[in-house]
């Protein structure tokens, strides 16, 4: 729970037309974790061409899904096997088709979508040149020296156009509009006709279609447009049966192609960290959990009965930034790994903060909210939304509790100081106290801190800076040694001499350490062991005095439980219940919230950013993908 | 950050990065250099992703560069939010446009999805398309009606219609390079009005070198009509208006383009040749112009936008001078190579 599981580098080498039911094999195992090297004698990369299969046959599943819909839940039996890359091939080909067919279905009934909407722009059209009763076959004619056309084109592109048809000698007016496209009429010389052609084209421009009928006359144009418009819906209704029929056609075999794309996905997932081969070989290469080897060894024989070879080794001190962290927890603490994890993940052999963050976040968020009451409140709401909530919502429900036991421990209800005995202290009454509390459960937490950086540096190898360095042991006996002085000259704790010598061999190693760890010139690395020593110290000396707002917070608690109490005196008795009820729901969703965050911060700022470098990868095992799920 | 500590923090990056600017004689002087002091050169100019290594080949040089160009604006970037922000990202997108254009010739040409993807700059933090899912869409059709339903739909949906209309590649190129830059123009128009004259400097000199360049070879190059050379260039508000771009569309030599622009660009552009003749010398008076943001009193944004175009015209002259080298070619050629070619987003 506080470090990594252990895991082993594998190697399986098999025959290479075997390699997708070997992934696929892994898959089922879920505890396979594909990683990028192997060995170098195997130089080629067999599954390359698998996975670029895949991925276009997926993406055409997908556009057919999204067209056609889901056809339901998938199902993959458990000895189902991986299809081959010739059968992958066949696969995305006969998806290739299946799209094409379906696009040019949902073209055509796009296609037909806009001549119903350019029918009915040219009715609307017919009713304009009817009033001006303009004789469009005269307009229109194909040998008048005036060239005019009818179209539209996008709405923003109407200027431009305009400006640039006017160096050809033409002009453009428009006579409609509808959503964002323009009808217009061009006008121009017809001897400079086809210089707009490529500029129209640029622009979008879109020419409507005139029938002879039009051109003769408006009036003769109803008869027309009538038969346009039933010819279209003909049309349309046989689109719609075309797209049905294609659901019917291909809708059984399209599920088979979503099974056969779900166990295809292993090899094609693993081949993106790389697969790699020799000759008629190929070997996944990645990490499992040490505790699953025999199992990953009796998986790999029932199904390949020994035609596979599995190497393993662990990993090596040059290994260790590539390996990823695989964490298990109870079920209790799974709720506070996201907020964990939203800072990052722990590198392989690192310690993992989750289990003292929890314990030390809710400490925090009890110490600063302490109160029976508010914090029944939050574990109760928590509780009642724990399905929409999820597992989070018992974090929330953790936190209530922390804040009873603190409520109880400082005598708060609601507010209420007099209602039950604090079985300690009310922070009000003796806030020195409290503060001197906070400080020095500070102390503590940097203390525990600079240890567990002590550890982490000395796992990574790099023992110089876990011994010497100012995040390590030096760090903390110069902290330590700093902590007494501050302690005796505050009158705090009685003078210890020796706390002074130790600040300053703590102060003298850590300064020499930056001196030897600094490649530049004299002066710089004076500079520089100057900063890094003042920063060092600042930063420890400020961190610590950060905790005082845990204090701080639990004083404001009460202060601002007396403020509201002051406002409802105030008031008339139904004013005073209203105020008290309001000004302890203002506490609970603002303050509760500020504390929650502060509490955050103090881990954060004061404790991870110590020790935790939260640059890990996380385990990611392959599986076996049904109905979407990643 | 405060407004005054990014500021404070971004003239300090700058003025630090800026001394990492080549000198012309300095890249001169790296063309006959031996391949030990190169690296060493590129080291000292925070370079040394670029150092040539036998296993290089050039493809992977244009992505270092890009990778170059994207870690330093990331630097420069930090402490910028709203409006200043958007306008250098945006700046980075070009980077990313050029990877869609590969993305659509590769659909052009039936080209797998898989070698397209393999010839894409890395975007790192600044992409903004899933490559993945372009680079499988079944035709440049179905990849613009994607990408208009993505973070750059301004940009590509006139390019997606004037395409569907014409199935040209050529006008979806230019549609592309248009909407790219009209984009930029919208987004330093907000930020002229707060920064002043350096930005807007900087920006005029940027564009009306594009919009001059481009009107020269649609012209000239590709003999289209002046009513669709005009329709292709960026809407502009600098020194070459659209009124002004219009009269020159309608000419009908590059002499004559040439005499009827502004003065003193004429006094620029006196004996120029051809037009990547015209290129160079704007683009080295853009230079001109960039440098006396960079050195001057101006806002930290502008002296930032400035170091960035500095910066990526040295890239281009490295990438010059390393392959020149890589590919044997003599020195008089490679110095010819470092000329600036004409500016698109490919």
């Known amino acids: 729970m506080l470090r990594a599981e252990p895991l082993y580098r594998i190697q399986l080498v098999l025959l290479a037309s075997e390699a997708q039911d070997a992934a696929l094999a892994l898959a089922r195992f879920g505890a396979f974790n594909p990683a990028s090297g192997g060995s170098e004698a195997l130089t080629q990369a067999p599954a390359v061409a698998y996975r670029e299969a895949w991925l276009e046959a997926e993406a055409r599943l997908a556009k057919l899904l999204a067209q056609c819909g889901d056809a339901g839940a998938l199902a993959l039996p458990s000895d189902a096997e991986a299809p081959s890359l010739a059968d992958l091939e066949e696969l995305n080909a006969w998806l290739k088709d299946v799209w094409t067919a379906c696009r040019d279905c949902h073209e055509a009934t796009a296609r037909l979508d806009e001549a119903r909407a350019r029918l009915a722009a040219l009715e609307d059209t017919l009713v304009r040149l009817e009033r001006l009763d303009v004789d469009l076959g005269r307009l229109l004619r194909p040998d008048s020296l005036l060239a005019v056309r009818l179209g539209s084109l996008p709405a923003e592109n109407m200027r431009r156009l305009n400006e640039a048809l006017a160096l050809s000698g033409h002009v453009l007016s428009r006579f409609d509009q509808s959503g964002d496209q323009v009808y217009a009429v061009i006008a121009g010389p017809r001897a400079r006709h086809d210089e707009v052609r490529g500029l129209l084209a640029q622009a979008g421009w879109h020419e409507l279609e005139l029938p002879e009928e039009l051109r003769t006359h408006p009036r003769a144009a109803r008869d027309w447009l009538e038969r346009a418009h039933r010819r279209v819906e003909t049309q349309s209704g046989a689109q719609c049966e075309a797209l049905d029929g294609l659901r019917g056609r291909f809708g059984p075999r399209l599920h088979e192609a979503r099974q056969r794309l779900a166990l295809a996905r292993p090899l094609a997932e693993a081949a993106r960290v790389g697969v790699r081969g020799q000759g008629g070989l190929a070997a996944l290469t990645g990490w499992v959990p040490k505790r699953r080897l025999a199992a990953l060894r009796a998986a790999l024989d029932a199904r390949f009965h020994g035609r596979c070879w599995l190497e393993l080794r662990e990993p090596g001190p040059r290994d260790l930034a590539a390996v990823p962290s695989l964490m298990r927890y109870p079920a209790w603490l799974a709720p506070f790994v996201p907020l964990v994890r939203s800072y990052g993940v722990p590198r392989y052999g690192e310690f993992d903060p989750a289990l003292p963050f929890a314990i030390a976040w809710l400490l925090l968020f009890g110490a600063m909210f302490g109160d029976v009451g508010h914090g029944a409140v939050i574990a109760l709401v928590a509780a009642g939304f724990a399905r929409r909530l999820g597992r989070i919502a018992w974090v929330g429900v953790a936190a209530g509790a922390a804040s009873m036991v603190f409520g109880m421990l400082y005598g708060s209800v609601f507010g209420y100081e007099t209602l039950i005995e604090p079985l300690w202290l009310s922070p009000l009454h003796d806030p020195i106290r409290m503060l001197t509390l906070a400080v020095g459960f500070g102390v503590g937490f940097i203390v525990c801190t600079l240890l567990v950086n002590a550890w982490n540096k000395a796992a990574a190898g790099r023992a110089g800076e876990a011994l010497f360095d100012s995040g390590g042991l030096a760090g903390l006996v110069l902290y330590l040694g700093a902590v007494g002085v501050v302690a005796s000259l505050a009158g705090a704790a009685d003078p210890v001499p020796q706390a002074a010598w130790l600040a300053a061999g703590g102060l003298a190693v850590v300064a020499v350490f930056k001196w030897t760890t600094t490649h530049a010139t004299l002066g710089e690395r004076l500079l520089v062991t100057a900063i890094e020593i003042l920063e060092t110290g600042i930063g420890l000396f400020s961190n610590t005095l950060s905790f005082m707002r845990v204090a701080a917070f639990s004083l404001n608690h009460v202060a601002l439980a007396l403020a509201v109490f002051t406002l409802a005196d105030g008031l008339g008795a139904a004013g005073h219940w209203i105020a008290v009820v309001l000004g302890n729901i203002v506490i609970i969703g603002l303050e509760g919230a500020i504390v929650a965050i502060q509490a955050m911060r103090l881990m954060y700022y004061e404790g991870f950013s110590r020790f935790f470098n939260g640059d890990g990868t996380a385990f990611v095992p392959l599986r076996v993908v049904v109905n979407g799920e990643r | ?346």
């Open chain 2, 1 to 346: 950050m405060t407004p005054a500590s990014g500021d404070a923090y971004l003239n300090t990056r700058v003025s630090l990065f800026a001394e990492r600017l080549w000198p012309d004689a300095e890249l001169d002087a790296l063309v006959g250099a031996g391949a030990d002091a190169i690296t060493h050169r590129l080291a000292q100019k925070g370079l040394a992703l670029l150092a040539p290594t036998p296993e290089q080949g050039g493809g992977s040089l244009e992505h270092r560069i890009v990778a170059q160009m994207l870690e330093e604006t990331r630097v420069l970037i930090r402490p910028l939010a709203g409006g200043a922000r958007d306008f250098l990202a945006f700046w980075t997108a070009r980077f990313e446009m050029s990877n869609v254009k590969t993305l659509l010739r590769s659909k052009m040409s039936g080209e797998r999805a898989a070698a397209a993807l393999a010839r894409l700059a890395p975007m790192g933090a600044f992409g903004r398309l899933d490559s993945e899912t372009l680079a499988h869409a079944e035709d440049a059709g179905e990849l613009l009606r994607r990408l208009e339903a993505g973070p750059y739909a301004a940009v590509v949906r006139h390019a997606r219609r004037a395409f569907e209309q014409s199935r040209d590649p050529f006008v979806l190129d230019a549609a592309l390079d248009q909407g790219y830059y009209e984009g930029l123009v919208a987004r330093a128009q907000f930020l002229e009005t707060r920064l002043g004259a350096p930005l807007r400097g900087l920006m005029a000199a940027l564009v009306d070198r594009i919009n001059l360049v481009w009107l020269l070879r649609y012209r000239f190059n590709y003999d289209l009509p002046p009513a669709q050379v005009y329709y292709l260039l960026i809407g502009s508000r600098y020194d070459l208006p659209v009124t002004r771009l219009r009269e020159l569309a309608q000419l009908d030599s590059l002499p004559a383009v040439l005499d009827a622009l502004p003065a003193p660009w004429r006094a620029q552009l006196v004996g120029a040749r051809d037009i990547p003749d015209v290129f160079a010398r704007m683009e080295q008076a853009g230079a001109g112009q960039a440098l006396r943001v960079l050195r001057g009193h101006a806002p930290p944004l502008a002296r930032a936008f400035a170091y960035l175009i500095l910066r990526e015209r040295d890239l281009r002259a490295l990438r010059g001078v390393l392959r020149g080298r890589r590919l044997g070619l003599a020195a008089a050629d490679i110095r010819v190579a470092m000329q600036r070619a004409p500016e698109t987003l490919h």
